[in-house]
């Protein structure tokens, strides 16, 4: 294997630079030969990228137009009028409308023959509609279709229809409602500003007629677009050269997706691609002369490199010895970002060692209060068991719910978590799914000692209304809701919790206290320094639990010792 570096000699970075200049000047020579008979033949390939572009662009606006007019069409036919068959009060409340956007609504007849003509008066004597062909087109296939361009008969223009199939249930408003517009209309979406000068547009029917077009080539509606322009439209959306013994002309065509239209731009190629030849070639001259100017400013910048270089490395072997340093400003920005960085990075050195000393010392709290905890809990649930199968199931339930809150506080670094998640997570644990589950109130994060309380206290709610209450039946919800307000005094912001059971089967108050109604009833109390209340109404268990706010917010801790020993008394 060649060693590369033997050809680099150890030299200043001034050597460096000002060689990379010299043996950068004959390459880019050559470059810019090869790139002037190149250029050419790249800017025709970005043209054509760029000429169907334009008219999947145009494609674009025409589609949303006919989709706004079979919308339109949509939203007609639910129209009370029309299933009473009032066409009378149909055609008051929608040709004003329709007008306005200059479109004109038609009900028709599986023969063409006219039922209502918006264009006109309603009641005027009307004969069978002018495309006869589009409509049978449309009730064969059942969807909503755009007709070819052809002269109207009523309004005396080029137009087209949009025809839409009625369903049975409205038959007595005909086989079909048709919107129909002015080829005219469509102009504005045919605009040529952001084409080459020089080019035109058109909208193209299926029958290779022009509906609309605008541009220096414009074509009249209902003129015939050139067959062998037509020919070369291959696919769905793609670009090809016009042949022809002229300047070389340039065509773009996109198909609008679900109709029968197509899309058209097309132009000279001289006129698209003079300005971008003449701004390369000025690029390329101006990069000449820029490397000229390079050279002569090349040596006092690697003055300047040199001078940052050191200085950083100065930093970096401050930061080595564990000091907190400050960033150095010098001449060159990316070396001030060098060193900028180099100085965060001692700053955050800084704070992961006191952030580690701080999760260690966290750590340990936490542990001695879960460790308390959990033997708490396993005394209570020993008195209350009535097999060693039964009271190790109790326990590893209860561990289970434990453990994801736990493990929810640890993946935010005992940072809290939105009181909505210790809800999910609990009845998850115990139903598998929260679908039968309601939610209620704005979300506040819950601090670590009210998501390991609070969490024990929704997993004992979820596994008894999932053996006797409202989850043990399909029917059966609940509904959990918090809300915050003021104490009686008006001068602390409490936090209510709820749990309501709907649904479910009769309720029966308990004829014993077991784990379960320690830990939502005392422990819940004690926990949070408030109020727990558990009543069995007649149409499901309902518990409540109101303490100060701080008692439940990150930032303010109640002590998890108390509260963990208050469960095994």
Excluded at 109 to 125: H, S
Excluded at 416 to 443: K, M, N, Y
Aim: glycine share 8%.
């Amino acid at each position: 294997m060649i060693r590369w570096t033997r050809f680099f000699p150890t030299a200043s970075i001034g050597v460096y630079l000002m060689a990379m200049a010299v043996l950068t000047t004959l390459p880019l020579l050559g470059f810019v030969i090869f790139l002037l008979a190149e250029l050419e033949s790249n800017e025709k390939q970005t043209l054509r990228r760029e000429t169907a572009q334009d008219a999947q662009a145009i494609g674009r606006s025409v589609e949303r137009k006919l989709q706004d007019m079979a919308t339109t069409l949509r939203l007609l036919s639910t129209s009370p009028e029309l299933k009473t068959g009032d066409l009378a009060a149909f055609h008051d409340r929608t040709a004003p409308g329709l007008k306005a956007d200059s479109l004109y609504m038609l009900l028709v007849q599986a023969d063409g023959a006219q039922l209502m003509n918006t264009r006109v008066p309603y009641g005027t004597k009307l004969g069978k509609m002018a495309n006869i062909p589009a409509l049978q087109s449309a009730l064969a296939s059942g969807n909503i279709e755009v007709s070819d361009i052809f002269f109207g008969t009523t309004g005396k223009q080029w137009v087209f229809n949009v025809t839409m199939p009625l369903p049975p249930g409205l038959s007595s408003a005909g086989v079909a409602m048709v919107l129909t517009q002015g080829a005219g209309d469509l102009a504005s979406l045919t605009a040529t500003d952001a084409l080459p000068a020089g080019w035109s547009a058109a909208v193209v029917d299926a029958f290779g007629h022009v509906v609309v077009s605008s541009g220096p080539d414009n074509r009249s509606s209902g003129a015939e677009f050139p067959p062998y322009m037509l020919a070369l439209m291959t696919g769905s959306n793609d670009s090809a050269v016009v042949p022809g013994d002229g300047p070389e002309m340039m065509l773009g065509y996109a198909k609008l997706p679900g109709w029968s239209w197509n899309v058209v731009v097309w132009g000279p190629t001289s006129s698209a691609q003079a300005p971008l030849l003449s701004t390369w070639r000025q690029l390329i001259l101006g990069s000449l002369l820029l490397l000229g100017l390079g050279l002569a400013i090349a040596w006092a910048a690697a003055q300047q490199l040199r001078r940052s270089i050191r200085q950083i490395a100065d930093m970096a072997e401050r930061i080595g010895e564990g000091e907190i340093v400050s960033p150095v400003m010098t001449r060159v920005s990316e070396a001030n970002q060098v060193a900028i960085a180099l100085s965060n990075a001692s700053f955050d050195r800084s704070q992961a060692e006191e952030r580690v000393h701080f999760i260690l010392h966290e750590l340990v709290h936490r542990t001695k209060n879960i460790l308390t905890l959990v033997q708490a809990m396993m005394r209570q649930l020993a008195r209350d068991a009535t097999s060693i199968d039964q009271y190790q199931k109790d326990v590893s339930s209860r561990l289970s719910g434990l453990a994801g809150s736990i493990e929810a506080l640890a993946k935010q670094q005992w940072g809290g978590i939105p009181i909505s998640e210790v809800v999910d997570l609990q009845i998850s644990t115990v139903l598998g799914s929260c679908d039968r589950v309601e939610r209620r109130g704005e979300d506040l994060t819950l601090n670590a000692n009210a998501v390991q309380n609070l969490g024990m206290v929704f997993h004992e709610l979820t596994t008894n209304s999932v053996k006797y209450g409202a989850l043990s039946v399909p029917e059966g919800r609940v509904v959990v809701e918090w809300k915050t307000g003021l104490d009686e005094a008006g001068e602390q912001s409490m936090l209510t919790v709820t749990w309501t059971e709907a649904g479910g089967p009769p309720v029966t108050p308990p004829t014993r206290r077991g784990f379960g109604s320690t830990v939502i009833e005392r422990h819940a109390a004690a926990a949070f320094r408030g109020k727990a209340a558990l009543t069995f109404e007649p149409d499901g268990l309902r518990w409540s639990l109101t303490g100060p706010q701080q008692a439940f917010e990150v930032g303010q801790e109640p002590a998890g010792v108390e509260s963990a020993a208050d469960v095994g008394q």
